[in-house]
């Protein structure tokens, strides 16, 4: 399956999307690239459009091997891959410094991204995580493990592109899992979109200003 564009899939997955209409659900998008994703799926279903941002922890002095993830929300989870900070000795003291300045940073970007208005509420309610494709399921599974204590009634997945094994992993960790393509040959996101274009702060602000300002003439 090929897509024009981030948009053309939201409308794809909208679609596939639709029975939860009348649960009122909150689409969260990973961004960037999941935004655009997103903002269609909520025109469809009418729902509110938030973020949750992602950010991951590095092994000391190897900041590009992951350890774990902070992930955020009312009240921001710290997700840790246990063998890798066993195995590598990692102090409890550098995990709570990482934590502390990644989460500085992810709410730097929803200052940035969402000019002050305040994160969407998730007890109760249904929540349709969403990005625009899948690789290698790391992000995507400290989302929905720090979605797991959010006080979510329940965990939709969505994503228009991801491979079955990764596919097969993250299925557990939500309620429903929707994708629109598990193809058994994958190189990279990207090569499923005819325009993946590298999505910009200021497309992400301009979105997400126009699904706030959708909601507000309901």
């Known amino acids: 399956m090929m897509f024009r564009d981030r948009a053309e899939a939201g409308r794809h997955l909208a679609e596939r999307l639709l029975h939860l209409k009348d649960a009122d659900p909150v689409v969260l998008a990973l961004p960037r690239g999941g935004v655009p994703i997103a903002v269609p799926i909520a025109e469809a279903l009418g729902a509110a459009v938030d973020l949750l941002l992602v950010r991951k922890i590095g092994a000391p002095g190897h900041s590009e091997y992951g350890i774990g993830a902070i992930v955020d929300g009312h009240q921001p989870q710290t997700v ?29 970007r929803r200052a940035q991204y969402l000019h002050g208005r305040q994160p969407v509420g998730l007890q109760g309610r249904t929540v349709i995580l969403v990005d625009d494709g899948i690789a290698t399921g790391v992000t995507a599974r400290a989302a929905l493990l ?17 491979p079955p094994e990764v596919a097969e992993m993250l299925r557990p960790l939500c309620d429903e899992a929707v994708f629109l393509a598990e193809p058994a040959t994958f190189s990279a996101v990207g090569a499923f979109y005819e325009d993946f274009h590298q999505v910009t702060d200021a497309e992400v602000t301009a979105l997400l200003d126009q699904a706030a300002a959708w909601r507000r003439q309901e």
């Open 80 to 108: 840790l891959d246990e063998e890798a900070v066993r195995q590598l000795g990692v102090q409890q003291s550098y995990i709570a410094q990482e934590s502390v300045r990644q989460l500085n940073e992810i709410e730097r």
């Open 146 to 162: 720090g979605l797991e204590r959010s006080g979510a009634a329940r965990r939709i997945l969505a994503a228009p592109v991801v």
